[in-house]
């Protein structure tokens, strides 16, 4: 058999060349044409991908750990290792060993049937706008300084990765200080603190941290390890949505035991985010379908026929309204609606007013969560 099937010309010389030996059975071909022809055709392959350097600066952080200043205490050599982790563009990579084994990305859930092209373009601008609020488990974790520099770090991926709206840490502690008094005013301790600040600072979703570090000295450096989980709760019934579990491999740093549990927890935190985001997305996405959620608490409801009547008024201008429960004092609605928080608070003036409760008013507003008096 000819060589012409086998081989495509790449040049002049190649194809006039081939041209001669396309008639010359192969066995008569020197070895010196055959391997010009050879090498003609070969494409060499794409050399292989080296670490990302996302990947290079999480291995260095793990590693090396970053040093501290001369003189700092623990506490600022945390605030400096916050302050000092990798910028947009040099973050940690995204790997599956920050998680827990056998850990799996949920799959995308559709919103569900009845969805009109413009309730889904309202839902995905509400998911591309979550705010995050992120805090440490209070009943779980003893090392307070240590959950700071947890929850910074998560803010900071929330920020500066995705361009997320975060509540801030030193604003979480400032409103358990000064909102004790509105606290117990309009929730009578019905809901935790942390659902109730989350609710007054209109957050969409808050994480809760829970993490458990461990270090030892050893060969003049402090190798530590850290442990734990970030669970995704729906603000305004606190339901708990998913969690992430996340673990850093030993990490070492020659200052303090301190300085190396927060290499530990930055490192590893900072790696379990990207799941704990698109997990969040998933599971908010999956509970859509009827609308988001609102809560409404309609107080001195003695006229059940009048409830009624708004309920049915209501029901009209939203996607759904449940009664949850009933007493002349108040009664509990959800309402489901694809429409932003003025908007409901609109449609439930009208509905009151079309119910005969033309004196409602509003007492209380927390994010989506409203409390009306019906004025009868």
């Known amino acids: 058999m000819g060589i012409k099937n086998v081989i495509r010309p790449k040049s002049n010389f190649v194809s006039a060349l081939c041209r001669v030996v396309a008639i010359i059975p192969i066995t008569a071909i020197t070895p010196i044409i055959a391997a010009i022809l050879l090498a003609s055709c070969a494409t060499p392959g794409p050399a292989p991908a080296g670490p990302t350097p996302e990947a290079l600066q999480a291995q260095q952080l793990v590693q090396q750990g970053s040093p501290a ?3 700092a205490t623990p506490g600022q ?22 998680f827990a084994p056998g850990a799996q990305t949920p799959a995308a859930q559709p919103y ?15 998911l591309a706008r979550l705010s ?8 779980s974790v003893t090392d307070h300084e240590l959950a700071k520099v947890a929850v910074t770090q998560a803010n900071r991926y929330l920020i500066e990765k995705l361009g997320y709206s975060v509540i801030d840490f030193d604003q979480i502690e400032r409103n358990k200080k000064d909102q004790q008094a509105a606290y117990q005013a309009e929730t009578g301790g019905s809901i935790d603190m942390i659902q109730y600040i989350a609710q007054k600072l209109n957050a969409d979703v808050y994480v809760e941290i829970s993490l458990k570090g461990s270090a030892e000295y050893r060969n003049y450096m402090y190798s530590a390890s850290v442990q734990g989980a970030m669970k995704i709760f729906e603000t305004s019934t606190a339901t708990l949505l998913g969690s992430v579990a996340f673990a850093s491999p ?30 969040t997305k998933e599971l908010m996405r999956a509970s859509l379908s009827r609308g988001i959620r609102f809560e409404l608490i309609l107080q001195n409801t003695a006229d059940a026929k009048a409830v009624s009547a708004f309920e049915r008024s209501l029901g009209a201008k939203v996607k759904e309204v449940e009664k949850t429960s009933y007493s002349q004092t108040e009664t509990r609605f959800s309402v489901f ?4 928080r003025g908007a409901v608070e609109k449609a439930i003036y009208d509905a009151a007013a079309a119910a005969g409760m033309k004196d409602a008013y ?9 409390t009306f008096n019906s004025g009868l």
């Open 337 to 340: 609606a694809f429409m932003t």
């Open 112 to 126: 569900g049937a009845g969805i009109t092209p413009e309730e889904r373009a309202f839902l995905d601008n509400h």
């Open 362 to 370: 509003l007492l209380y507003m927390r994010g989506k969560s409203f």
């Open 69 to 71: 200043a001369p003189g």
């Open 250 to 279: 030993p990490t070492v740093n020659p200052a303090s035991a301190q300085d190396a549990m927060a290499n530990a927890a930055m490192a590893s935190v900072w790696q379990a985010m990207p799941r704990l985001t698109d997990q």
């Open 77 to 98: 050599s945390a605030q400096n290792l916050v302050q000092s982790a990798p910028a947009p563009g040099g973050g940690f990579a995204s790997t599956q060993s920050a």
């Open 132 to 139: 995050y609020m992120v805090y440490f488990d209070e009943k």
